[in-house]
């Protein structure tokens, strides 16, 4: 079977993202929440803890607030998950703001400038190289 050489913990893992996607979608219905987007969820061996890393817009302190709100509704979304899910156990979720996203768009700025500078300095010294000496 195909699926036996994917862990079993990123299984589940994938599993969680999908309901929990459904849940926070259908049962918490809170509109601020409605473009919060899972990047990745971290599921422990004995699946007693899921991690749960989120992205969405908005500054610092509403992104805080946010992530404060999925964090009280986590029991409740266990609970559901247990509903939902056929395992024995189910994990105690944990949400954490990915700042991966955040840090990805700054390197890609940084490359960006660093190639902009680059082509202005080969395009400043294609001009000078075509100067005559002593003009």
Same mark, same amino acid.
Do not use: C, F, S, W
């Given at each position: 079977? *195909?699926?036996?050489?994917?862990?079993r913990t990123r299984r589940i893992g994938e599993q969680l993202r999908r309901e929990l996607a459904e849940l926070i979608r259908d049962e918490l219905r809170d509109p601020r929440l409605a473009l919060i987007s899972m990047t990745s969820i971290e599921v422990s061996r004995d699946l007693?803890? *899921?991690?749960?890393?989120v992205t969405l817009m908005g500054d610092p302190v509403e992104r805080n607030e946010r992530v404060s709100e999925l964090n009280r509704a986590a029991p409740m979304l266990r609970r559901e998950?247990?509903?939902r899910m056929r395992l024995r156990v189910i994990p105690k979720l944990e949400f954490r703001?990915?700042?991966?996203?955040?840090?990805g768009a700054r390197l890609s700025a940084l490359i960006d400038a660093a190639v902009a500078s680059d082509v202005s300095?080969?395009?400043?010294?294609?001009?000078?190289?075509?100067?005559?000496?002593g003009t």
């Open positions: 079977m *195909a699926t036996k050489n994917i862990p007693a803890y *899921a991690r749960v890393y998950l247990g509903r703001y990915d700042e991966i996203v955040e840090q300095r080969h395009h400043d010294d294609a001009d000078n190289a075509g100067m005559e000496p």
